[in-house]
């Protein structure tokens, strides 16, 4: 299901308020079950309109994983290149939006990668943003979100060791 931008910022604000509300009549903060931490840092959408949030996540070789997801994970492998948060995500959005770009499903997992004339960032090139709707163990319901996102130039020598091979087809 594909959302207008007013359908939008409705699904962010009414999750937030239900998960805000939720949290405080229950009493409790999100679970973080082994090192991740499923606050939401901000919010996406998927090419079709999906749901997407960027949750803090889990870092790095931590509580028994050697990978991790979100916002943590960005910062620990260096995917921003020294990019700030605010336009990191303003790349995200972009690449995420325009119809050029190509994604993939593999499992669980969706890989988008942009191809702009000019990329995503003019320091950079494009960007690969690799994502699930899966919602299973999430303490608000909301799907698990991006896992990843990096910078590519046009030779691809930005990609980060394994998160480089997804095939490029048909947009979810």
């Not at 699904?11 to 009493?27: C, D, K, Q, W």
């Not at 605010?86 to 994604?103: E, G, N, P, V, Y």
């Not at 004339?117 to 960007?127: A, D, E, K, L, Q």
Request: charged residues 20%; contains cysteine.
């Amino acid at each position: 299901m594909q959302l207008s931008g007013i359908r939008r910022t409705a699904v962010v604000v009414g999750t937030s308020i239900f998960g805000t509300l939720g949290l405080l009549s229950a009493g409790v903060s999100p679970a973080q079950a082994a090192g991740e931490n499923w606050t939401v840092y901000s919010t996406h959408f998927s090419p079709n309109g999906y749901d997407l949030p960027l949750r803090l996540g889990r870092h790095d070789n931590t509580a028994g994983h050697t990978t991790g997801f979100g916002k943590y994970h960005i910062d620990d492998r260096g995917h921003r290149l020294g990019v700030s948060w605010s336009d990191f995500k303003q790349d995200i959005d972009l690449a995420l939006s325009d119809s050029r770009t190509k994604c993939s499903k593999s499992g669980n997992t969706w890989t988008c990668t942009s191809n702009l004339p000019s990329g995503v960032n003019s320091t950079w090139g494009n960007m690969r943003v690799a994502y699930t709707h899966d919602d299973t163990g999430t303490p608000d319901g909301r799907a698990k979100g991006i896992i990843t996102a990096f910078y590519l130039n046009d030779c691809g020598c930005f990609a980060a060791k394994g998160e480089e091979g997804a095939k490029e087809g048909a947009r979810e």
